[in-house]
């Protein structure tokens, strides 16, 4: 069993340390995602889109959670986001599962 409570407090102590640091709001993001602290990690997903604006995966996984607390539109916003980074990236799978994503919450 992960511990994501103590992962948790890790990556907020990395912040701390260095509040530049997106992969640390990010994986504290999936942390809190994990736990069930769905707008904790948006939250943190946020913070780290501002650091890191071209990381395609933090706006998808952004995008799940808006999506699990009802904000079709605004999880709409964040998977074309995605989908346009992963097309520029050259990511063609994942540009093709976030446009999967897309068309469900279109339809």
């Known amino acids: 069993m992960k511990d994501f409570y103590g992962a948790i407090a890790d990556f907020t102590e990395a912040i701390k340390i260095n509040p530049d640091y ?20 948006i ?5 780290a889109i501002k650091l890191e604006p ?4 933090t ?5 799940i959670l808006r999506y699990f607390t009802k904000k ?3 999880a709409i916003d964040d998977f074309e986001k995605a989908a346009d980074l ?5 990511k ?5 599962e976030v446009m999967k994503m897309i068309r469900k919450l279109k339809n």
Not at 59 to 63: S, V
């Open 72 to 74: 079709y539109q605004e």
């Open 59 to 63: 706006y998808y996984n952004r995008g």
């Open 22 to 41: 997106a992969d640390a709001y990010n994986n504290r993001g999936i942390s809190n995602y994990e736990i069930g602290d769905y707008q904790q990690a």
């Open 92 to 96: 063609n799978e994942d540009y093709q």
């Open 54 to 57: 071209k990381d395609a995966k």
């Open 43 to 47: 939250d943190d997903y946020t913070e």
């Open 86 to 90: 992963y097309q520029q990236q050259g």
